[in-house]
């Protein structure tokens, strides 16, 4: 086999030869900066999932701001005008990495860091848990509020290997409060493989479709999402916290638990940024976020650039919080 590995090669190799220098080598991608404009605008064009869920038109977009760009254009102003096209996509799975700089990010929340400071775990921790564990870094901290539970998620990943001791440690408890504020999100399997505890039966809590090919058309078939049965049901009411900070594996654990008849969804709508993402790299070396999913909840709607909503809107403000307040989590307490 290996003989015949070599003798194809040296064929197409010899083909090579006879064709012109132009065919037989493919020339890097340019750095200059319309070349990296183009390579960005056109990696989108082909492999982004959302234009239709946030309502963009990419092509008026490239129309806006192609003129902007010329052989002469700095880093910095090319940058700032990338940022600027990235901006009218308003997405949280979308940002701009550049060497010694800040990354920017699409979604002006968290680019912003707007309303960041609502939501304090510390103060969580100091103020209302009577006890405080905590595991994998920081990554899930739970104790108990009176005859309640409190578990905290910082991510979407390793952590979720801890669900099953905390919800042996809260065992008894008349009720959780499920926290995801400020869920930076991670790898969202863990949301659903972990789950177990939580369903007392199989449920349907989304389906997804990721994109295969360059045409606007070019997706996987649906895969349909569900959470299954595992270990000691925990069969206690349950009120889940999210802000405008719960973002991607975080939404979709949020879905998860919206699957759930014993659920109630508390707090600020969720970030919108639900599709998975890919990084990639421009022939000058910045990297960048490209998001390549179509999400539909079970209720067969996408919330992509929208967040899922809760059941009772409930919002934290700054005066609250610096008086050692937190008003969502206290009108959670308050619901069991």
């Not at 102003?77 to 990354?103: F, K, Q, W, Y």
């Not at 206690?236 to 969804?265: C, Q």
């Amino acid at each position: 086999m290996k003989h015949y590995i070599k003798y194809f090669a040296l064929f197409f190799f010899a083909i090579g030869l006879i064709q012109c220098e132009k065919t037989a080598f493919v020339p890097e991608p340019g750095k200059d900066p319309e070349a990296i404009f183009e390579a960005l605008w056109t990696s989108f064009q082909n492999d982004y999932a959302g234009f239709d869920q946030r309502h963009v038109d990419w092509q008026e977009q490239y129309q806006r701001f192609r003129p902007q760009v010329n052989a002469n254009t700095t880093d910095d102003a090319l940058a700032n005008t990338i940022e600027s096209m990235l901006s009218t996509l308003d997405d949280g799975h979308v940002a701009l990495i550049r060497p010694n700089r800040r990354v920017f990010y699409s979604n002006k929340i968290v680019n912003e860091e707007i309303d960041h400071e609502l939501f304090n775990l510390e103060l969580i921790k100091t103020h209302y848990l009577q006890d405080v564990h905590s595991d994998y870094g920081g990554g899930i901290v739970y104790g108990k509020i009176g005859t309640l539970g409190y578990i905290h998620l910082k991510y979407i990943g390793l952590n979720l290997l801890g669900l099953d001791e905390a919800l042996n440690y809260l065992d008894g408890v008349e009720g959780l409060i499920f926290d995801l504020r400020h869920n930076a999100g991670g790898d969202f399997t863990y949301a659903y493989s972990e789950f177990g505890r939580l369903t007392n039966q199989e449920r349907f809590a989304h389906r997804s479709q990721t994109k295969n090919g360059t045409g606007p058309d070019d997706y996987t078939p649906w895969y349909d999402w569900n959470i299954y049965p595992k270990g000691k049901y925990f069969d206690k009411p349950i009120v889940l916290l999210t802000d405008r900070y719960t973002i991607s594996a975080g939404e979709r654990m949020t879905m998860a638990f919206k699957a759930l008849p014993n659920v109630v969804h508390l707090g600020d709508t969720t970030n919108g940024a639900i599709s998975t993402k890919i990084l990639k790299e421009l022939p000058n070396g910045w990297v960048y976020s490209v998001a390549t999913q179509h999400i539909e909840f079970l209720d067969g709607k996408s919330y992509e650039g929208i967040g899922l909503i809760p059941d009772e809107v409930i919002r934290n403000t700054k005066e609250e919080v610096e008086a050692k307040v937190d008003h969502q989590l206290e009108v959670a307490i308050k619901r069991f």
